[in-house]
């Protein structure tokens, strides 16, 4: 199995970036596909962006397109997921997600990741 700890969530104004962090550890995290999710009051989990255990895929939800990168070093064990012209509705608990490499990549649907972080705050003033 492979745990993950999310990092680098905060508050910040509307047009400003930040940079969130997932560590993995137990297993080496370039066996697993992975990504972030993420979740705002009364609402469900939703997808942010995934990224290949190869570093060479990646797909991005509509809404954070062209404002979001999503980014690995597997030789480091960490995801990333840098964040720019964070707008209000942007505000949510963070997620990492990971799956093993062998199944289908690129799903955007939670329930197809098996490893989760326990979530990072972002939140964003306007």
């Known amino acids: 199995q492979v745990q993950l700890v999310e990092s680098g969530g905060g508050l910040v104004q509307t047009g400003g970036s930040l940079r969130l962090s997932c560590a993995a550890s137990?297993?080496?995290?370039?066996?697993?596909?992975a990504g972030w999710f993420r979740q705002a009051p009364g609402k469900e989990r939703e997808f942010v962006a995934t990224i290949r255990w190869s570093n060479d895929y990646r797909l991005y939800a509509d809404s954070v397109k062209g404002r979001f990168t999503i980014s690995r070093d597997n030789a480091k064990n960490t995801m990333y997921l840098q964040m720019n012209s964070l707008k209000p509705e942007d505000t949510a608990v963070y997620f990492c997600a990971a799956v093993l490499f062998s199944t289908s990549w690129g799903s955007r649907n939670p329930y197809d990741y098996d490893y989760w972080g326990q979530g990072t705050q972002v939140t964003v003033s306007s």
């Open positions: 137990g297993r080496t995290f370039s066996g697993y596909n």
